[in-house]
């Protein structure tokens, strides 16, 4: 158990929707990172916020965007959904000065019709 | 750029076998290495991680093993049993990237038959 949770569990969209996708952390964990998993790939790096802002980002185009809040919740946005973006997506947060340590959550899993 | 490889990609073997998974990496520039275990469909568990300065780190029946100058490592599952079914992921936290941020292999998918 790791204190991150991850809502909703699955999703279903059709190509060119919206979604968000939202991620609780525990207290004191004020970064967060997002994680791709494809099937039968490893998780690729999406993006890290900090404090409420990006830190750094991976390959992924614009249309993938975050949020991160003061209650160390954060969110996951990506629009014009394409088939590609069907995928489990992972948040994984971690404490002020101790960032090489993450905690994942479960994950929801994006069916792009 | 790091890149993370992991072989074998699928692993068969029946109850009781001793398992070596290997993962290697191509930038040794890193701060720790972690190995996570992921049943289908699920997220991810850590099993196991070395720092940088270490060497290897064990958990009951599980051992890994960390050389950096090589970009090598190794997990040992001692005594397999069917409930180790998973697949098991290598990822390296590297210097001079976001801090955090990990470079996940494709994993090795083990199956222990009993």
């Known amino acids: 158990e790791t204190g991150v949770t991850q809502s909703p569990t699955h999703l279903i969209k059709t190509r060119g929707q919206q979604v968000t996708l939202r991620c609780s952390s525990q207290?004191?964990?004020?970064?967060v990172s997002w994680y791709q998993q494809a099937l039968g790939q490893g998780p690729q790096f999406i993006f890290q916020y900090y404090r409420e802002e990006e830190n750094g980002r991976g390959n992924f185009p614009p249309r993938f965007s975050g949020l991160q809040f003061p209650n160390y919740s954060s969110e996951l946005n990506v629009n014009a959904l394409e088939l590609d973006d069907s995928a489990l997506y992972l948040c994984?947060?971690?404490?002020?000065?101790?960032?090489?340590?993450?905690?994942f959550g479960p994950g929801t899993r994006l069916t792009v019709l | 750029k790091q890149e993370v490889t992991q072989i074998p990609a699928a692993l068969s073997v029946p109850e009781g076998e001793n398992l070596v998974l290997n993962c290697s990496f191509t930038d040794s520039a890193i701060y720790n290495l972690q190995w996570f275990r992921q049943d289908p469909g699920k997220g991810l568990t850590s099993l196991l991680l070395i720092q940088s300065s270490q060497r290897e780190q064990t958990s009951g029946r599980l051992n890994a093993s960390l050389d950096k100058s090589s970009g090598r490592s190794t997990l040992y599952i001692a005594a397999s049993q069917p409930g180790d079914s998973a697949t098991y992921l290598c990822?390296?936290?590297?210097?001079?990237?976001?801090?955090?941020?990990?470079?996940f292999g494709r994993g090795t998918q083990l199956t222990v038959w009993p």
């Open positions: 207290s004191g964990h004020n970064t």
């Open positions: 990822a390296v936290c590297v210097r001079g990237s976001t801090l955090g941020r990990l470079y």
């Open positions: 994984a947060s971690s404490l002020e000065g101790a960032q090489d340590t993450q905690y």
